[in-house]
């Protein structure tokens, strides 16, 4: 695998007729950071992504421009985490980390900033987020302590662990800044998943609402005036008995919960998973993204199986596009034939204009872009 300029190919999605452009290079994979990390800049005018290996090994985060036109190598995983957010301000600037160190880093010039030392305690795999207003960066480090501090002057340091309920695990590679304010996420579930919910604390630890018995498995998301959008499998243990795949959106404090889009067992059987995703700048729609089991597909097309679905709050739904993907799993994470990276993990843009997310459907994972119509239809 060289690192370098995909090929780029649009198209018309046959399905539902959206622009999609396919970032495409055959030696390797290419791919987005996850569903709640936005790859674009504080302008849109720069956009990252991964590049690796056919065997998904020799990570380089790359930069291309909003469009998906490669601009340069930035760093290798060697060098600094791929778990890192843009400033939300400062077009140029993104935050990194590695081991003990948090970094700010300048996409023109290469140059690395060390921010803080947390030694003796190592990063959680989060990685750094900021807030809604940008002004104030969170880490938390390895005894699940979260560290929040003023930006760009790192002052004002707000610090506080959550309090699981006992006996539920967190995975501490989700935890974060919502988007929503001051706010953090920390979503937790029992080996049984009898008892699953989202902790959501300001960051001086006041604790701002407990929802329970949702979000456990993660994959849901905060708006940018803190309504939580998340989902309801049939294939799990329902407390409202309904055998339906249903994606809710509710308000901060647990009111208003309603369901905007639902579609029976039967009609979501092929259905493994999605993952929802707000633009961080506009508050009345998210997209969902669905990906099916691995070798499980209708005979006949029919959604929800692998496409991105556009939800508004006046209750109409819009299917956007087909992502085609494959996702399969294989010996393990990590593994040349474990295809996670293959989930659409489909995220806006900022303003709701471009939505990034990947597919398979050409054979190695690629990074696309859908354009979406200036009032984001």
């Known amino acids: 695998m060289k690192v370098g300029a995909p090929q780029i190919v649009d198209h018309t999605d046959p399905t539902y007729g959206a622009r999609v452009r396919q970032l495409r290079k055959d030696d390797g994979h290419e791919h987005n950071f996850y569903y709640y990390r936005d790859p674009w800049n504080a302008d849109g005018s720069r956009l990252l992504g991964i590049q690796s290996d056919l065997n998904q090994k020799n990570w380089h985060v790359v930069l291309y421009d909003g469009d998906g036109r490669f601009l340069k190598d930035l760093f290798t995983i060697g060098q600094f985490d791929w778990r890192l957010c843009w400033d939300r301000n400062a077009p140029d600037i993104l935050y990194t980390w590695k081991g003990y160190d948090l970094h700010r880093f300048n996409v023109n010039t290469g140059e690395a900033k060390l921010l803080k030392s947390f030694q003796p305690l190592p990063l959680s795999t989060a990685g750094p ?39 539920c695990n967190v ?77 809710h959106v509710v308000d901060a404090d647990g009111s208003n919960d309603r369901v905007l889009y639902s579609a029976p067992r ?13 633009p961080s700048r506009v ?16 005979q006949t097309y029919a959604p ?15 299917f956007l596009a087909r992502t085609g993907s494959d996702y399969s799993r294989g010996a393990g994470r990590g593994s040349s034939s474990d295809l996670f990276w293959a989930m659409p993990l489909a995220v806006p843009s900022a303003d709701g204009k471009r939505i990034s997310f990947n597919s398979n459907q050409s054979g190695t994972i690629d990074q696309h872009i859908l354009y979406l119509e200036a009032d984001g239809r």
């Not at 390895?142 to 662990?161: I, N, V």
């Not at 508050?283 to 209708?298: A, T």
Request: include cysteine.
């Open 129 to 167: 987020s900021v807030n809604q207003a940008g002004d104030r960066i969170v880490v938390s480090t390895s005894d699940h302590t979260f560290h929040s501090y003023r930006l760009p002057d790192m002052g004002d340091e707000r610090a506080f662990k959550p309090e699981i309920p006992a006996g």
């Open 171 to 247: 995975s501490w590679d989700k935890p974060r800044y919502t988007g929503w304010r001051n706010t953090i996420d920390v979503a937790y579930k029992s080996p049984d998943l009898k008892q699953t919910g989202i902790l959501l604390y300001d960051d001086t630890g006041k604790l701002v609402h407990h929802f329970k018995g949702i979000g456990g498995g993660g994959h849901y998301a905060f708006s940018r005036d803190g309504r939580l959008a998340y989902f309801l499998m049939p294939r799990y243990p329902r407390s409202d008995g309904k055998n339906s795949l249903d994606i």
């Open 266 to 278: 039967e009609q979501a059987a092929c259905v493994q998973n999605l993952h929802v995703a707000w």
């Open 283 to 298: 508050g009345d729609w998210f997209v969902g993204s669905f990906f099916h089991h691995p070798n499980l597909k209708p």
């Open 304 to 318: 929800p199986l692998d496409e991105i679905l556009q939800l508004r709050f006046d209750g109409t739904c819009k």
